[in-house]
């Protein structure tokens, strides 16, 4: 059974960091891609950042280009979403999802058929 969990949400202030993290069980290949998202209160869905595991390669939405970043230690687990200059803005419940099969391309266009529950994220000002 595929899993993901996310965690290291929480309650910061406007300029600071946090850093996501996105455990993942049952992976036994790497043709998959992990994938950040995050819904706030009255918003759609918005996609932010990607990380295709076969070529390590990630895309990140225009929105948090230069502030955000996706990374994972080598092979290991989790894939990681450090978030710097927080703003009140980017309060949302933030999940992680996976695309499985390799696909190429804008890895935020990949179907995400598997998601965590997400961790909610407040940046107060």
């Known amino acids: 059974q595929l899993r993901l969990v996310e965690s290291g949400g929480g309650l910061v202030r406007s300029g600071e960091s946090l850093t996501l993290s996105c455990v993942t069980s049952?992976?036994?290949?790497?043709?998959?891609?992990i994938g950040w998202f995050r819904e706030a209160p009255g918003k759609d869905q918005e996609g932010l950042s990607c990380?295709?595991?076969?070529?390590?390669?990630?895309n990140y939405a225009d929105s948090v280009k230069g502030r955000f970043t996706i990374s994972r230690d080598g092979a290991k687990n989790p894939v990681y979403l450090q978030m710097d200059n927080l703003k009140p803005e980017d309060t949302a419940v933030y999940y992680c999802?996976?695309?499985?099969?390799?696909?190429?391309?804008?890895?935020?266009?990949?179907?995400?058929?598997?998601w965590g529950r997400g961790t909610q994220v407040t940046v107060s000002s």
């Open positions: 049952g992976f036994d290949f790497d043709d998959y891609t």
């Open positions: 999802a996976a695309a499985l099969r390799r696909q190429y391309g804008y890895c935020l266009s990949f179907p995400y058929t598997h």
């Open positions: 990380l295709p595991i076969f070529t390590g390669q990630p």
